[in-house]
């Protein structure tokens, strides 16, 4: 009886260091599906770049791509969520010195 009751006060007294790591895990995994996000969306916006295409057509192909990416990665992402990536991505590539700029056809 007082192994069980050992066992029970142990376990209350690390509840809370037990609680506070699993929470880091989770925490840790949503951080890497959002990095990955970041990532592919960098990846998307730089391949679309080399199309000729209007910037209002690059912009869709762009968020439908990224939001296909995270329904196969199982990651949930709505479309104002993706385009905020996809923004984030071309200021980055702007920054670096990559060309975005709005093409006008005629």
Do not use: F
Not at 24 to 53: C, F, P, Y
Not at 88 to 100: I, Q, S
């Amino acid at each position: 009886m007082q192994n069980l009751l050992d066992t029970i006060t142990v376990v209350i007294a690390l509840s809370p260091i037990i609680i506070q790591a699993a929470r880091l895990m989770g925490i840790q995994t949503h951080n890497k599906k959002l990095v990955m996000l970041s990532d592919r969306a960098g990846i998307i916006v730089h391949a679309v770049e080399q199309l000729n295409w209007p910037g209002d057509q690059k912009k869709d192909v762009a968020l439908a791509k990224l939001v296909e990416y995270a329904a196969e990665a199982h990651i949930s992402i709505t479309e104002n969520q993706a385009s905020d990536y996809i923004e984030g991505a071309v200021r980055l590539l702007k920054m670096a010195g990559g060309e975005v700029k709005a093409n006008n056809t005629k």
